[in-house]
Each structure stands twice: as C-alpha cells, then as structure tokens.
C-alpha cells in the first residue's frame, strides 16, 4: 500500500477535509475508548486548529490512500524547560490499522522532530492497543503508568462527597482566570504538584510563575476551554495550600477532565486533597451542567493516597494508560530499516 503524507495547514481546511477527519478521529477514539462519549465534530475540529502559543506549538500531517483521508498525526513542540522534547499524537481509521499508515505519518513527525533539535519524544497510549504495540516494537520504554479513573455522574453515590472542612482551612473557587489577589499564591501553590510521583519521564514539570500561570489561562480561553479551580486556603496565613483543577473542552464535551490536583508539602496531613476533590464535585453538582456524562482523571499506581482519595469519592478504573517514550535519532533509524506493519497502525 502506498500512503501518501500532506501537511496540515490549519487555517486552509475546508469542510470536505473536517469531516473526513472528523470519521476517522472518532472511530478511533471509539475503538481506543469505547466508555466515553462520541467524539464531536466542534472536538475533532478543535484538535487541528490547536492555536499555538510560546509554551507550545504544532505541526500536523495527514495520510490518505489512494482516495480518502485515513490518519492524522499532531506533533506538540513545547518551550521554556522542555524545548528539547516533542510529544507525538496519532489517529488512524481502526478499518485501516495493521496496513502502514501510522509508521508513515511517524516517519514524517519524527523526521519534523529531529529538524527542531529535538532529543526526545513521547506519545500516551493505551496499554494492549496496537499502537503501543507499535511503540514496543519501535523500541520505546514505558516511563510511566497511570490508571485512568472515571466518575459515572448519572449514578455517583453523592454521599461520598460529604466531606468535612479541615481545621484552619476554608476553601475558594473560580473559573478561570484566577482572582489578581490570588495570582502569585495560585502559582507557588502550583509548583507543589512536583511532588506528585510520575515515574522515569524525561519531561520536566513547569516552574509556575504570575507570567506562565497567566500565559496558561489565556491559551485556554483561546482554545474555548474552561477551567475550574477549587482551592484550600490556610486561614492563619492566607497561603493556599491545596488545590484542584477540572478542564471542560469541546473535543470532549461530556467529560469533566480532572487536571492537577497538589497540596504544599508543609501541609499534608491534613486530608486537603479529598477535601478540594470533594468541593469540586460539590460545585458541579450544584451547577446546570446538564450534558455531563462524568468525570475522569488520571493517577499512579504508586501513588496510594491519590487512589484512596479517588476510591472514596466514587472514581473506578476505566483503562491503563502509558507514557512511551523514545530518542529521535534512534527510532528513525529503526523506521528507515523499515517497521512490518504487523502490529502497527
């Protein structure tokens, strides 16, 4: 089969184009996730005309056959303290997995890669599919593991969420962006989440400062996504010192996507990260937030606070997810001897 690779000029595709990819996108996002709801056209959309930013950019390719669009690659270059690292994301009609289209449009983004000086790079993919089949036989390590978790809203136990305020704590939230009064706390308080484990990755956790937390909101804004925030505050000395993060966006509009959740190291102990989780989900259950069909989130399988604190507010495994990671230079060596597509996509 001969495959042939375009690139994707984000502000040239027209209606044929968003459709085609549209199919293809959402069959995959069904054959790799079938408990979530069908990807929309507004989110299959929205993942090509991913604005770039100074904190990351974007290269897109697409794969066509002789007569239709069968495959898109997203190649993310992200800046300041990971310029030397790419992350790859791959979509491919399941009818057409196992036939090479996939390794075509990796021969194409790695070679993007490489030309951008990058040393690194690093896809997410779900554990047993094809495509980290393909990533195995590519050489690619798993450098981390994270157990996918989903709250099902319709059936959640909402007596869970009773959870009690800490002593010398009071919570606050909003959407973003943060209160000005809030801002550099926010940050700091941010920073936090290294803590958390993630495992052998190679890519470096941001330093959160008033100018990227701010940088940050507006690519959300620009990107139509809204964010929650909910955060414990220390009463004596007005230091947040836990905080949660949940993502609304339109690629995945009935899916709340739980996003950092961290508390300050002096003030662990004090159950603060059930105590935000559980104010979140409060918040959005008092919400007209009609279409949600739940929540999900990701944590470690060694972190065993955060799946008590996941377990005890009604979150369940959905799937395992794994960070596959790779140096350029050598998996273009691997695909210019030529990969079977036996197991690939």
Do not use: C
């Not at 005309?49 to 974007?58: D, E, G």
């Not at 959005?284 to 739940?294: A, E, K, N, P, Q």
Request: charged share 20%.
């Amino acid at each position: 089969m001969h495959w042939h690779v375009e690139a994707i000029d984000p502000a040239a595709l027209d209606d044929a184009f968003l459709t085609a990819h549209h199919r293809l996108a959402a069959a995959a996002m069904a054959a790799d996730r079938p408990y979530e709801p069908p990807l929309t056209r507004r989110g299959a959309d929205e993942w090509l005309r991913a604005a770039s930013s100074t904190a990351r950019r974007f290269l897109l390719w697409g794969v066509r056959d002789d007569s239709e669009l069968v495959g898109a690659v997203r190649l993310s270059l992200p800046g300041y303290e990971n310029s030397d690292h790419a992350q790859i994301e791959l979509r491919v009609d399941p009818a057409r997995w196992r036939q090479g289209a996939g390794t075509a449009l990796l021969r194409v983004a790695l070679a993007a890669a490489s030309a951008e000086e990058r040393q690194t790079v690093s896809a997410w993919l779900t554990k047993d599919t094809p495509a980290a089949a393909l990533a195995t036989r590519l050489g690619m390590r798993v450098t981390s593991t994270m157990l996918i978790q989903r709250l099902d809203w319709a059936t959640a136990d909402r007596s869970r969420w009773q959870q009690p305020t800490p002593p010398g704590y009071h919570a606050a939230q909003w959407i973003s962006p943060a209160p000005q009064a809030l801002i550099a706390n926010f940050a700091e308080a941010k920073t936090a989440m290294h803590g958390v484990p993630f495992g052998g990755v190679s890519y470096r956790l941001p330093e959160w400062t008033v100018e990227r937390v701010r940088a940050a909101e507006a690519e959300l804004t620009a990107r139509g996504i809204k964010q929650w925030v909910v955060v414990a505050a220390h009463q004596a000395t007005g230091e947040i010192a836990g905080l949660t993060e949940l993502q609304f966006r339109d690629e995945r509009p009935g899916i709340g996507l739980q996003m950092d959740t961290s508390v300050r190291p002096n003030h662990r102990g004090h159950r603060l990260g059930l105590f935000v989780k559980s104010q979140m989900l409060h918040w959005l259950d008092s919400g007209d937030i009609s279409s949600l069909d739940g929540i999900q989130t990701s944590v470690a399988p060694h972190n065993p606070h955060m799946l008590r604190i996941n377990e005890a507010l009604g979150f369940t495994v959905a799937r395992t997810a794994q960070l596959m990671e790779g140096d350029v230079q050598q998996l273009m060596s691997q695909l210019a001897v030529g990969v079977s597509p036996n197991g690939s996509k």
